[in-house]
């Protein structure tokens, strides 16, 4: 009898489910169907009209929608359904949702689940305890809190809106990613699930082992790690920080690639590099810009402005600690106690040492300095000893028509407080110097030795020693032809000094011939 019984109840559902109810739903209303429950009970007494209740194994279908739970009831008049108890949902035999309870209205086709809800969709799932997931629009939102996991990412968030259909989820509030290799914190993200790419359209910050980045917009594609940030980026590495409007960076290579407002900051050395293109490698530590690049170095509370065509650090090969920084071309540095230009300058972080080729000029105090090579050294962010090699020629002005001048094969001129104290001449040593009584010139002295040391004080000469086969003469003013009181070679190119930072980027061909040792077969190492 049991068993007749619940057939009659089973064929009892079967008939009113597909013949009275689904009549409607043939007329395209929409109608909820009953297609099995191991019972079924008339509640109008209790819960109202057209009301009933299921319990035991239900499944109902809505359209493309299939619906199972322990025990629903339904409500025909508005067309909805409460359900209890292992909720399952299978949209488009893709798609499945599961939770606790369920509340389902067939006429806005929204399914509004609470508590232990998952949704699965492929590899992708969506944990949270309150979801809303609207058929219509194929959306599903949480609102106090949730998680969604795929392949490689997990992502957490307080509001979070998933479209299965493309894939697309909009974060909102206190998101975080997870991945692998760093963690994404931000207030708003997208993230599409099919290619696990993340848009990034708020503040985020990308946190690593081995750096950490921030963008306020742009893309990062977790399966390749590589992104392309658009707006206020920064790569922070620790002791350097890559800055541009426009950043690739590629975290397996180790390259971040900038386009437009390139600036590496080097804290451990007091070095930014910029220019409108360049590129920093973390992993080599190599960098590089050009377009307007320009290196900048503080010198306690000055800075040193150095631009040139295009600019490179990179490691020393058997001292990755330290770096050589390369400037090619039309070099023109800045700073207010110095100034120069060359065509090629190394600087080496081992012994703080500039080294300027081809051509180079340095106006130091007022003193202008000339050579085949120069040389400047720094100790503690000062200046302390610059060596002029081969065709050494230093000129400093006396007044508007007088130059003292020095001239030798090797000088070295020593520095005290950024001030010129000391010159040493080694080799066919030259001297051309205005001895003054207070403030006016008495004469010309002139002098040659192989070997001589030129002591001066407030910028100008005090004594000269000279210390092998001496020769010189003290002659009176304007005694002498003005070609005598030029040493051979004298050119003064204070036309072509920096004399503010600007100047750093128009670099003009000098017009007269220095004479220079032949480099025709010189290399310069890039």
């Known amino acids: 009898m049991d068993f007749l019984k619940k057939l009659l109840v089973l064929s009892f559902i079967f008939l009113l489910s597909h013949v009275v109810f689904g009549q409607q739903g043939q007329r395209g209303k929409g109608t909820i169907l009953i297609e099995y429950a191991d019972f079924l009970e008339g509640a109008e007494k209790r819960l109202g009209k057209n009301v009933q209740a299921l319990k035991g194994n239900v499944k109902m279908r809505h359209h493309n929608t299939r619906m199972f739970c322990d025990s629903a009831i339904i409500f025909r008049d508005s067309n909805r359904v409460e359900a209890f108890g292992s909720i399952h949902i299978i949209q488009n035999d893709t798609i499945d949702l599961y939770g606790d309870k369920l509340q389902y209205d067939g006429n806005e086709e929204i399914a509004k689940v609470r508590e232990n809800v998952r949704l699965v969709n492929k590899n992708v799932v969506l944990t949270t305890h309150h979801l809303d997931y609207d058929r219509r629009d194929d959306v599903a939102y949480y609102f106090n809190g949730g998680k969604i996991v795929d392949e490689n990412n997990e992502l957490i968030s307080t509001l979070g809106f998933y479209y299965p259909r493309t894939g697309e989820v909009n974060f909102k509030d206190s998101v975080v990613l997870t991945n692998p290799e760093y963690k994404m914190y931000s207030d708003t993200l997208k ?128 001292d990755p600690e330290n770096k050589i920084v390369r400037a090619f071309h039309h070099v023109q540095f800045f700073r207010h106690d110095l100034q120069g230009r060359c065509d090629s300058m190394v600087y080496d972080f081992r012994d703080s040492t500039n080294t300027f080729y081809h051509d180079p000029v340095i106006w130091a105090q007022g003193n202008q ?75 010309v002295n002139r ?80």
Do not use: C
């Open 191 to 318: 993230y599409y699930t099919p290619t696990e790419i993340v848009e990034i359209v708020g503040p985020t910050d990308i946190v690593s082992d081995q750096n950490t980045i921030y963008s306020e917009l742009g893309f990062y594609d977790t399966k390749k790690d590589e992104a392309r940030l658009l707006k206020n980026n920064y790569i922070d590495g620790g002791e350097q920080t890559l800055r541009g409007d426009t950043i690739y960076y590629d975290r397996k290579n180790g390259l971040g690639e900038v386009f437009s407002a390139m600036a590496l900051e080097d804290t451990a050395n007091n070095v930014i590099i910029t220019g409108n293109y360049g590129y920093y490698n973390e992993l080599t530590e190599r960098a590089m810009a050009t377009r307007k690049a320009v290196l900048k170095q503080v010198y306690g509370r000055d800075t040193l402005f150095l631009h040139a065509d295009t600019l490179r650090a990179d490691p020393v090969e058997d």
């Open 369 to 443: 300095m000339t050579a085949g090579t120069i040389k400047l050294f720094t100790r503690n962010r000062a200046l302390y000893k610059a060596e002029m090699i081969d065709n050494a020629f230093l000129i400093a002005p006396e007044d508007t028509i007088h130059y003292n001048q020095i001239k030798g094969k090797l000088m070295t001129g020593y520095f005290r407080e950024n001030q010129l104290f000391k010159i040493d001449v080694d080799g066919n040593g030259q001297t051309v110097y205005y001895p003054k009584d207070r403030e006016y010139v008495i004469g």
């Open 447 to 526: 002098a040659e030795s192989s070997s001589l040391t030129i002591f001066l004080k407030e910028r100008k000469v005090e004594s000269i020693v000279l210390r092998t086969q001496p020769a010189g003469n003290m002659n009176p003013p304007l005694v002498l032809a003005p070609e005598d009181t030029k040493l051979e070679g004298f050119v003064w190119l204070e036309e072509y000094q920096p004399k503010k930072y600007e100047d750093i980027f128009d670099f003009k061909k000098m017009e007269i011939e220095v004479k220079r040792t032949d480099y025709s077969g010189y290399k310069f190492d890039k």
